[in-house]
């Protein structure tokens, strides 16, 4: 047997896996092909104080070992949230992350002022979409602003606030210090890198949006840099995200310095990538005679020079 | 919970049948989807590419447990898919999305353009099935692009073809055999029009039944990446019940939507 409870800050999760907002929906669609019981949590579709229609089509490309969208944070808005799925989310038996995308500072105060009241285990602040026009990555990629959001937020909420990153910064070092500063209870790394699809034909890009965010197996490496240069450089919990498609990736993603990690993309091609993860997680640790997989996290052996 | 329908199957290819140098039909050994597959919806095959590629059902014969694709090549990943061979194995997801409506339907008249006559197959085979009065209209460019018109004459319903080079029944696109059509046609109750094509002959069809006071349903496409309705990005514009329009999902909400709801 392998112990796969892990702790992020404050919130214990029955294991590491989790789903990462904008390719889980709700969890109502997945819950049809699997037992969402077995995950750690489910991170909600990013949501927004009012009702967000998105992007135009076309909203997806393919790219080498990824894919492009710019969904746009398409979302029923917070009320409707509150009243037609977290009932349903919080049914399921495994933590409930909902993830917060602001205009403003105002609008992420008052959504995490209104998500203190509920059954949410954590909330998870949006820094990072990048198709969207206000707020978000806008926020995210100035190290000032990302402290001073967050110890707003943390005036308004006594729920874990995590602080979900976006990779298109100079330096994700600095973004993760002010997170800290400003409070953060963890930090997720990384969303999304901004990317441009053109179909040389009509030399028009082929998204709706023109760019969009890049994810898959193709950003893995760079979400690994990062949590391993971020886990040295501050104290707090790390969630790893980014192109995790079977065991093996989740595993280096603990190796790196995360606690938990999000499956993204590979639900997309895969609905039942979630689960099959975990199990092949355990199988592995099994296989390595690793008791625990707590164990993993934070034991990458650096190349000294 | 248990996991009450699985979606994702293993399947081994067992038939290819090359129409045109653009055209094949795969035969899929999936008995689960034979079983449940229903006209206008699709599955999501995987191919060496990142993505799925979502594709219509052409037919299913139940008792074999096989399943029917019509593939047309429009990239590098249908391409691959167009060269499986009998004994390959693909992932494939599905039944998915949400197809024709045919109940209480005493007459259905299918109208496709291109690939369109595919999925539209299905709901001919369903037709005749259900002893529901089929017709149909299938369109091309010109007789050498035409696909399935052996298979439609063999299913015995009234079949009209047209194509644009002039070279079969009508001279012209499906929207214009449609009108021919309409016009000879004694009216009958419950009666339904089926598209499935090129966006502007979907829009031509739809503006038609709309003439003859039918009620339309058409069966929209846009880039997908799940095909569950997680991920949205296959957003359909469509107008909702209170006026205003909005985005749904191509892959669960539809494919097939009303005409009259659609935002063209």
């Not at chain 1, 009702?51 to 944070?73: D, F, I, K, W």
């Not at chain 1, 994700?172 to 409070?183: E, F, K, P, S, V």
């Not at chain 2, 197959?121 to 007789?143: K, P």
Request: charged share 20%; hydrophobic share 40%; aromatic share 4%.
């Amino acid at each position: 047997m392998v112990t796969t409870a892990v702790q992020v800050g404050s919130l214990s999760l029955k294991n590491p896996v989790l789903a990462a907002s904008g390719t889980f929906g709700f969890g109502r669609e997945m819950a049809q092909y699997q037992d969402l019981s077995r995950l750690g949590g489910i991170c909600s579709k990013g949501l927004t104080l009012r009702p967000r229609a998105g992007n135009p089509p076309p909203r997806v490309a393919e790219t080498s070992c990824g894919m492009l969208n710019s969904v746009g944070l398409q979302n029923p808005g917070l009320d409707v949230f509150l009243r037609d799925e977290l009932p349903f989310m919080r049914q399921q038996g495994c933590a409930v992350i909902v993830n917060v995308a602001g205009h403003s500072t105002d609008e992420y105060c008052e959504m995490c002022r209104r998500l203190d009241q509920t059954p949410v285990d954590a909330i998870e602040l949006n820094l990072s979409c990048p198709n969207v026009r206000e707020g978000c990555m806008l926020i995210g990629s100035d190290a000032r602003q990302i402290e001073s959001l967050i110890r707003q937020v943390k005036q308004e909420t006594r729920k874990p606030v995590w602080a979900k990153l976006t990779p298109n910064v100079t330096s994700i070092g600095d973004m993760a210090l002010a997170a800290q500063r400003g409070g953060a209870d963890a930090i997720v790394l990384i969303n999304t890198l901004l990317g441009l699809a053109i179909d040389y034909r009509t030399r028009r890009p082929i998204l709706g949006n023109n760019t969009g965010g890049l994810s898959g197996p193709a950003i893995k490496p760079v979400a690994l840099r990062m949590v391993a240069e971020v886990s040295q450089m501050v104290d707090l919990p790390l969630i790893g995200v980014g192109g995790i498609m079977n065991g093996q990736d989740a595993i280096e993603f603990l190796i790196a310095g995360a606690s938990a990690i999000e499956i993204g993309t590979a639900s997309l091609i895969r609905p039942t990538a979630c689960t099959d993860i975990l199990e092949e997680m355990t199988a592995l640790a099994q296989a390595d005679g690793v008791t625990d997989l707590a164990e993993y996290r934070g034991t990458l052996r650096l190349w000294g020079y | 919970m248990t996991c009450d329908h699985p979606i994702e199957h293993l399947v081994t290819v067992r038939s290819s049948r090359r129409l045109n140098s653009q055209t094949t039909v795969l035969t899929l050994e999936a008995p689960l989807i034979a079983a449940t597959a229903a006209p206008g919806q699709f599955v999501n095959l995987s191919c060496d590419h990142f993505l799925r590629r979502p594709i219509g059902i052409m037919a299913v014969l139940r008792h074999e447990g096989l399943v029917e694709l019509g593939i047309r090549v429009v990239g590098d990943g249908t391409r691959e898919l167009a060269q499986k061979r009998p004994g390959d194995q693909l992932s494939v997801l599905g039944p998915l999305g949400h197809g024709f409506r045919l109940e209480g339907l005493q007459r259905v008249i299918t109208v496709g353009g291109g690939s369109g006559v595919f999925p539209l197959f299905f709901v001919q085979q369903v037709c005749r099935e259900r002893g529901i009065d089929a017709l149909a209209v299938c369109g091309y460019r010109s007789i050498d692009e035409s696909i399935l018109r052996d298979e439609y004459a063999g299913l015995g319903c009234q079949t009209l073809f047209a194509a644009d080079a002039g070279d079969l029944d009508v001279a012209g696109h499906a929207a214009d055999a449609l009108k021919q059509l309409l016009c000879q046609l004694p009216p009958v109750p419950q009666t339904a029009v089926l598209t499935c094509g090129p966006r502007p002959m979907m829009q031509a069809v739809a503006a038609l039944a709309r003439d003859y006071q039918l009620p339309c349903q058409v069966s929209l496409e846009e880039r997908m990446a799940c095909g569950i309705g997680v991920c949205l990005v296959c957003a359909c514009q469509v107008r909702e019940a209170d006026g205003a329009t909005g985005y749904q999902r191509c892959c669960v909400d539809g494919p097939v939507f009303d005409a009259e709801v659609v935002v063209w």
